[in-house]
C-alpha cells in the first residue's frame, strides 16, 4: 500500500472491490499508459517485472462506422519499450485479478478484461478505454471525491516517485518517456518543492556534523 498520500489512498479506495480495482491499483504503482495496461499479457508478467512492449488502440472498422480494439506492438516512442519492477501491493493486485479470472471461467491471455455482451457474455472482452474512464470517474462520483481523467493516475505515479526521492532519470525511465527533457518539462512544478526539500536535508546534515 502507498502511505502518506492521502489522495491516492482515495483513488484505490473509490474501486476497492470493484472490476477496476487491479487496473487503478497496477495504474498508480507502475505509472503505465492506460492502453499499455489494456495491452498488458499475463506473459509480460513474470515475478515481480513487467515488460511494456506493446499498447491497447482503437481501429477504424472497415464499414468506416465505430471502431475496434487491437493490440499493437508498435510502441509509442523508443523508449516505451520497456521493463519495470512492480511493487508488491501491484503484484498482489494481479495476483487477485488471476484468481478471478480463473474462477469466473473467462481466462484471457491479457490481464484486464471484462464480460462481454449478449452472445458473448460469457467470453473475456477487451476493455474499452472510454467505458474504463467512464466506469472511474463513476466510482469518484459515487465516494464523493474530486473528478479526474484516468491519465491522471500516470501522473500521480510519477508524483509520488519524485516525492519519494526517486530520481528523475529513473522516472523518465519508468514513464517510458523520449528523454530526461520531457519529464522534467512535465513535472516541473514539482521540481522545486524537491529542490527546497533537499536544501533542507543538506542543512540538517551539516548542521548536525
Not at 62 to 71: I, Q, S
Not at 180 to 198: C, E, K, M, N, S
Request: a positive charge; aromatic letters at 6%; glycine letters at 10%.
Amino acid at each position: 500500500m502507498i502511505d502518506g498520500h492521502p489522495a491516492t489512498l482515495g483513488w484505490l479506495g473509490s474501486v476497492r472491490g470493484h472490476r477496476l480495482e487491479a487496473l487503478v491499483t497496477t495504474a498508480i504503482g507502475t505509472g503505465l499508459r492506460q492502453g499499455e495496461l489494456l495491452g498488458l499479457r499475463w506473459s509480460d508478467i513474470s515475478g515481480d517485472r513487467i515488460k511494456v512492449a506493446g499498447s491497447m488502440r482503437p481501429v477504424p472498422r472497415d464499414t468506416g462506422k465505430g471502431y475496434a480494439l487491437k493490440r499493437s506492438d508498435e510502441a509509442k516512442t523508443r523508449r516505451s519499450i520497456r521493463v519495470i519492477e512492480a511493487p508488491s501491493f501491484v503484484i498482489d493486485a494481479l495476483a487477485e485479478e488471476r484468481k478471478r479470472q480463473v474462477e469466473s471461467n473467462r481466462i484471457s491471455p491479457y490481464v484486464f478484461t471484462t464480460r462481454g455482451r449478449r452472445e458473448d457474455r460469457d467470453k473475456a472482452m477487451f476493455m474499452d478505454p472510454t467505458s474504463t474512464t467512464r466506469s472511474f470517474q463513476h466510482q469518484l462520483e459515487v465516494k464523493g471525491l474530486p473528478a479526474m481523467r484516468f491519465h491522471d493516475l500516470r501522473h500521480a505515479y510519477a508524483t509520488l516517485m519524485l516525492g519519494s526521492g526517486v530520481v528523475l532519470k529513473v522516472v523518465q525511465e519508468s514513464l517510458g518517456h523520449r528523454s530526461i527533457a520531457t519529464t522534467a518539462g512535465i513535472y516541473a512544478h514539482v521540481l522545486p518543492v524537491l529542490q527546497r526539500d533537499a536544501a533542507e536535508k543538506l542543512q540538517r546534515i551539516l548542521s548536525d556534523g
